[in-house]
């Protein structure tokens, strides 16, 4: 049975509800942001980028959210959470999960993480405070130019819109309301009703 | 036929060597960042991310690297450049592909587009000077925990090792000396002696 180490609200969250999307059986590892596991040598035996998301599996360990969330759909093939036997439109899958994972997620970090780019205190302090006009920027063009609607490829649910979910849920730290950008927004609330995000919500929740 | 925008060095190279690997037919298209072309609205138009690479099909246009190298491999599977039927070999390819965008080119993006993630001077100053450290932590963690030899998934070759490929040569630009990652280093000579990167690089030297 597949372990997923996460943390909650992390972006590990588009893995997890994608396993629930999925049926899978599987297990949830807590790995504590709080006290920085995800540092410690213990985990770093796990995923040396000290990074959630992980997934261990039979076959050994996968990181990384596009690759698991692509794990995931070809392993669960019955939930069809991925277009992958259209070269086209699997490859606008993988374009949009590229790009919340090297652009968005990555606008998002400079809020919190900018010692990985800069030693100075100040320039830290300079990328948090651009932080919320990038991911403004980001969400910006994909709701112009990205986002179908209903869901992120179209009329298909896909790993995408797990994956959208979340990073949706990273606007209010930066005093963004989703509401700005409407077909998001309206994305955000049909994702709230799906089962397997409220299950996933309430695991979160409840650690 | 398919037309790849690109520039040359630029990370468009991974999908053009890919290109060639797989036999293809295709067409090449300079987007000249010497004069900004990559921001004008002519270009917005074919991706209005405003870079490269980019790849127009006959049902659309495709971004981001770790997509158009699995949609190759894909729309030419004789070329055998992706193991899409393991899906645990395939997502360990996903895994290092986007371990390359989201991570080694966005360290690299700090030493010269510093504007995207701060408007302080000094604190682009500041991202400058530390990216050296940052690649070199990134191709230390590549060559410890994720090159396998001889190519980068082991002995099967995959669209990661025009990636990897076109990464490494980014090295020197950081005063870099790849033989400091002995199997990285061992992985861009192998990869200067395939017909497809010689013919790649040689269409880029002369555009």
Redesign the interface.
């Known amino acids: 049975m597949p372990t997923l180490y996460y943390y909650p609200g992390a972006c590990s969250r588009a893995s997890h509800i994608a396993l629930r999307e999925a049926g899978a059986d599987f297990e949830l590892q807590l790995v504590d942001f709080a006290r920085a596991e995800q540092r410690e040598d213990a985990f770093k035996s796990v995923n040396?980028?000290g990074r959630v998301p992980a997934l261990r599996?039979e076959?050994?360990i996968?990181?990384?959210?596009?690759?698991?969330l692509?794990?995931v759909a070809?392993?669960y093939p019955e939930a069809q959470l991925a277009p992958?036997s259209d070269?086209?439109e699997?490859?606008?899958?993988?374009?949009f999960n590229?790009?919340l994972?090297?652009?968005v997620?990555?606008?998002h970090a400079?809020s919190r993480r900018g010692e990985?780019?800069?030693?100075?205190p100040?320039?830290i302090e300079?990328?948090k405070s651009?932080?919320p006009e990038?991911m403004a920027a980001c969400f910006t063009?994909m709701e112009?130019?990205l986002v179908t609607g209903p869901w992120v490829l179209g009329d298909t649910y896909s790993t995408a819109d797990p994956y959208l979910f979340t990073l949706t849920q990273w606007l209010p730290a930066h005093g963004i309301d989703s509401v700005r950008y409407p077909k998001i927004h309206a994305h955000h609330a049909r994702m709230l009703e799906r089962p397997a995000v409220q299950a996933a919500l309430q695991a979160e929740a409840s650690p």
């Open positions: 040396p980028k599996t076959r050994g996968l990181t990384e959210t596009p690759a698991i692509t794990y070809q392993r992958m070269a086209y699997f490859a606008r899958l993988q374009s590229s790009y994972c090297a652009t997620h990555v606008a400079h990985r780019w800069a030693d100075d100040a320039a300079a990328m651009k932080a990038v063009l112009e130019d």
